[in-house]
């Protein structure tokens, strides 16, 4: 008997330890998958972080005209101009808001206003060209209803709600007249803004600013690309190297503002001007000030061997 409890408990010992290898080696595997997994991790982050980094990069790359990255051996040059312009245009808006009990009735009364005003501003010949819609919109008009409260109730009553009653009409219109520091423009500008305001017509905006600015931009451009030119020359020389064909291209163009003027200088009245200022009858001058274009140029050269 004793015999066979031996054989029993060493049976036992066998398969306890057994037993106990299966669950080192199932923590073994399991912590070298988790090892895995955290390396996998690791890698799909670091794939990620390039992915960004390139887009990141291509979208700068939009900015240049050529291919000079492809290109090792190049040099960038940089270039800038800029020029001090006199406004030549006094620029404002007109503000149309009318009210209707629906839709059509506030339009029509907005309409009716605009006919009123493009009528006013032909008759000092502006031409329509120079009149266009800034802003257009409709909304709802909406009033707080207040409900009867029951007669026996004993404490305060606030019973209300928000109904549509109507709509309005918002019209923006943008107005520019050319060359006002001419005599008889600038009497036209104290004229329009005064005939509005007796018809009740809101203006606003009053700025002076240069009509042609496109053209002012390119002409400054042009500058900076001969400034970036002649800066390759002297790099060339400097450096010693011949420079070859250009091979990219970027621009970092400054568009002025223009310039404020308050509502009570718009609609003072011009007794005389001359080429840099805006008199009027009450003693100021408005200076119409000026604006600043300028442009900042880069030329990518091939350096040639």
Do not use: W
């Amino acid at each position: 008997m004793e015999t066979n409890t031996n054989i029993k408990t060493n049976s036992d010992i066998n398969k306890c330890s057994q037993t106990n290898n299966c669950s080192k080696n199932f923590m073994n595997i399991f912590q070298e998958n988790s090892c895995k997994r955290k390396m996998c991790t690791l890698i799909l982050l670091s794939v990620l972080i390039l992915i960004i980094v390139n887009i990141i990069y291509t979208i700068r790359e939009t900015y240049y005209i050529g291919v000079a990255d492809n290109y090792p051996n190049s040099i960038s040059v940089n270039g800038k101009a800029e020029e001090y312009i006199k406004p030549d245009t006094f620029q404002f808006s007109i503000n149309i808001e009318e009210e209707g009990k629906n839709v059509a009735e506030a339009t029509k009364k907005a309409a009716e206003k605009e006919n009123l005003i493009i009528k006013t501003l032909k008759s000092q010949g502006i031409d329509e060209k120079y009149i266009k819609t800034k802003s257009y919109s409709v909304q709802d008009k909406y009033e707080y209803i207040q409900n009867p409260c029951a007669k026996d109730m004993s404490i305060p009553c606030v019973v209300g709600e928000s109904k549509i009653v109507g709509a309005i009409v918002y019209h923006t219109i943008e107005v520019k007249i050319k060359d006002i520091l001419k005599e008889e423009n600038n009497e036209k500008r104290n004229k329009i803004t005064t005939e509005l305001a007796n018809q009740n017509i809101k203006t606003s905006d009053y700025s002076f600013t240069i009509f042609d600015i496109e053209e002012s931009k390119a002409q400054v451009k042009a500058k900076a690309i001969e400034n970036a030119k002649e800066n390759a020359k002297k790099l060339e020389k400097q450096l010693n190297v011949n420079l070859g064909n250009i091979t990219g291209f970027f621009e970092n163009p400054i568009s002025p503002s223009p310039i404020a003027m308050g509502a009570d200088m718009a609609m003072m009245r011009t007794e005389k001007s001359s080429a840099e200022t805006v008199t009027t009858s009450s003693g100021p001058q408005i200076q119409t000030g000026e604006q600043k274009v300028s442009m900042e140029i880069q030329l990518t050269y091939l350096l040639k061997n």
